[in-house]
Every structure is written in C-alpha cells, then in structure tokens.
C-alpha cells in the first residue's frame, strides 16, 4: 500500500510540475524558480520526491475584466471569492478607500473598520479587524482580513459594555504593555460602534 | 483361522497406537498442556492459542475504536482546513513562492504530530526538513530549525540538537485557532533570526493522500532585494504602498502578516493528514488482526480436532485391546 501511494505521488508531482508551468499569477511570467528548486533537489536528494509547493495549488487567477471589480474576501475561516461587484470601500489606516474597476496597482494594511461590498444597488457590510488589501492592475481585488463578520452578526449591547470597560482600563493602565493593549481594544470598539450606528 | 490371524494382524497394528501410559480414568482432570507434554510436545496447545486470539481481539477492538475516533476528528477539522486555504493565495500571488531563493539565514519550520500511530507523515516531514537544510547550507549559508509537536522533536534532536532553536509542543491541547498559530508566529519572529522562513508540512489532498510541501517566506529585506533585482517581485514595486510611514514598515507587516496565515493553513493541513493517516494506519492494523485472527481460528480448530481424535483413538485402542 504505501509503494502505491508512492508511486501515485510521484505521478501527481510530475504532472502538477507540468501544470504549474501554465499557471500565471499576477503576470504573464512562468514559475522559474521551481525549477531550480526542482534541479538543485535533484542533485542533493535523489531517491526522495521533491515536496511540493503552493505554486502547485494555486487556483487560477481571474483574468481582468475591465467593468466589473473581482473580489476576493478571505480570513482565517472563511473565504468568499471572485465574486464581481462594482465598488468596494475599505477601511485603509489612511481612511476609507473606494476601489473601483481600473484601480492602479496598491497595497495597504486596513484598520478595524466597516467593509462594503457595492453590486448594482446591494450593499454588504462587514466588520474587518484589520489586513491588508492588495489590489492588482487587473481589477482584481484580493482583501485579507484577521476576522471579518458580516455587520448583522455583531452584538450592540456586548460593544458597548466592552467600551466602556476597556476605556476604564486604558485611563488605569500603568506599564506601556498595558497601554497599548488597551489602546488597541478601544480603537477596534470605536470602529465598531460607528459601524454599528452608520 | 482366518479370524485369528486377523485378530493378531490387528494387535500388531494396535500396539503402536498405545500410548507408553496406561489408561487413566482421571485423564480429563490434566490440563491439555501437561497433557501434551507427556506425550511430547506434538503440537501448540489449544490454551496457548485460544490466549493469543483473546489478545488479537482485543487489539482489533481498540484499532477500529482508534479508526472511529481519527474519522470523526478528522470531518471536525477538514471544513476548517479547507476554508483556510484560500488564506495564502493572495500571497503567493503577489509575492510568488520562490523555494530555491539564496539566503545567509534559513529557518526550517518543522510541523509534526504530538502524538504516533499516524504512519509515515511525521517521519517524511523530517526526512524534507533533512533535505532542505542538506541543500541550503554552505560556506555562508546556514540553517536552523523550528520544531512543532513532539514527534520531529524526537527525531531532529537525535543529530541535529544544536541547529534546532525552537520547540513547541501540545499544539492541539485546544481547538486550533487563528489567535494561537498568531502567537506561535509572534514567538518565531521575535525569537529567531532569520532571511527566509521554509514551513514543512503535510498537505491533505484525500483521506488516503498526503503530500508534503513546502511554503517559503521571505523576511522584508530579502523582499525588497528581489524585487530591486527584477525576476518574479521585480513588479512589487509597481504598486503603490497605502497607510503606514514607509515602505518597509507596510513590508514588514506584510511578511508577518503572510507568515502567520501560510502557518495557520499549514497547521490545519497537517492535523487533517495526521487524522487521515492514523485512520489508514488503524484501519490496516485492523485488518491484519482480522487475518491473523483467521489464521489462529484455523490452528486453534486444528489443534482442538487433532487432541480430540488422540483421546478417541486411545481410547478405542484401549477397549479393543481390553475385548482382544
């Protein structure tokens, strides 16, 4: 059993090798450097099958379509991907930031904040605890969040509970540890407040 | 006459057959095995078998209890892994995966299972880590490790005590979550110098298939020297950089941020494969207490059936040399 396991991995190893090749990511170049991987392997190791790697696994990326935004919402535990909206605003450090289609090419860490998500005249709002958003010259948006739950799911009473607790906390904090903690916890709950109230 | 010299052919058949010990009438009250061995030792007695099939038994009973319990853990968590794997896609896609990249300082992160019974992984795990580490040290290369769960600390500090930095362990004591493989990421960063970080793991691509990757990530020097060079990053710096003071600052956050997602799916992979393996491995395990328990059946039956036509022959023997 485990030589036929062998050998079925030894088979998909080659030919996921072949398809990485037709693979792109954000440009048109084909994956080099697993080749050289691949070779220098070889030489050290050659009774043992190379590992593979996430080049191997990548789904294939949308190609650009210029009118609509592709969006890609992931986290932790959940992902909604390549979906085609019209507009998304993200909650950037430097503000909220509207991503249309065409877009130039940018990367940058959001804050807690409220995400929406504009199709036509549907708005989903969710609530991000904070990430990055990149977005690529193709009009494809790609958002990674640490959390991000849709705005219905969060609970008013508990937000404000938790606020006035943690600005308590944050007038009595003595060590720059517990400052910052508590300086980070009240930000999150502002963001959250004015999400739930706007 | 004829009778006679029948029944003198058939004396000379029975002496033979006449055990050198005289009838016993309390010869069932000596157990089989003492029993045999007066005789000499003709066979395997049927106490010894009928213990070795209780004990085969008892084993099968508990590896298919350990096969249920790997299968339910393992639906548990293979949602959870799934829904993780589009976490490190972003990345790869901007950043790209670039495993043969040449750096002063590796670290090869090792993710392991606590605990056996699980097959091969753990030990393809170490061999992939032994490889890497082979291939990326040099005059002016070096590579340490990080170890997570028990079982590739076991085999790494067997020859490689000096190059291992770092050793978790109980990874799975709670339900793994974003927040603790964030901390562990923390731990690593903080804790251990490095230019480019390998993660080795298992993949789980079915119940019966395991693949062992590796995921690189490179720290926000190495970043921006790739990019400067041209090659796959040489398009980062087309994009512009949104929020924080400087370009390094954001690219910092980015690593780290790309370091504890790609941990967290590697994470998840490896405690699926894990359960997949232990369920493969109980089920086999299972099975071949099955055959062996066919076989013991068969001797058992065969010794049983042997000692019985023993008793019966001496006692035919006995009454007929008693009426002849």
Known sequence: MIMIRRATTGLLSRS????????????????????????????????????????????????????KLTVNLVSPYSEMSNKEVDMVIVPATTGQMGILPGHTASISELKPGVLSIHDGNDVKKYFVSSGFAFIHSNSVADIMAAEAVPIEQVDPASVQKQFTEFTQKLSSASTDLEKAEAQIRVDVLVALNSALSG | MAMASLRREGRRFATPLISPQPINPLRSSISPAEDQAFLGVRSI??????????????????????KMVAASKLRAIQTRAENSRGL??????????????????????TISSDKGLCGG???????????????????????????????????????????????????????????QVSVIADDVLKNVEYDALRIVFNKFQSVVSFLPTTATVLSPEVVEREAESGGKLGELDSYEIEGGETKSEVLQ???????????????????????????????????????MLDRLTLTYNRTRQASITTELIEIISGASALEG
């Open chain 1, 16 to 67: 996921t090798v072949i398809g990485a090749y037709h693979r792109h990511f954000s440009s048109t170049e084909v994956p080099a450097a697993d080749e050289l991987f691949m070779m220098a392997w070889k030489r050290i190791m050659p009774n043992l099958d190379p590992p593979k790697t996430p080049l191997a696994f990548m789904r294939p990326r949308p190609s650009s379509i210029a009118s």
């Open chain 2, 45 to 66: 007695s049927t106490q010894i078998v009928r213990n070795r099939m209780r004990s085969v038994r008892n084993i099968q009973k508990i590896t298919k209890a350990m």
């Open chain 2, 88 to 109: 490190w896609q972003p990345f790869t896609a901007l950043l790209g995966d670039t495993p043969s990249v040449d750096v002063k300082k590796n670290v090869i992160v």
């Open chain 2, 121 to 179: 992984i753990n030990s393809t795990s170490v061999k992939i880590s032994r490889a890497l580490h082979k291939l990326n040290s040099g005059p002016d290369k070096e590579s340490k490790y990080v170890v997570l769960g028990e079982k590739a600390k076991a085999q790494l500090l067997r020859d490689s005590k000096k190059d291992i930095e770092l050793c978790l362990t109980e990874l799975q004591k709670n339900p793994l979550n974003y927040t």
């Open chain 2, 253 to 291: 956050n980015l690593t780290e941020f790309q370091f504890s997602c790609v941990m967290f799916n590697a994470v998840l992979e490896n405690a699926c494969s894990e359960q997949g393996a232990r369920m493969s491995a109980m089920d086999s395990s299972s099975r071949n207490a099955g055959d």
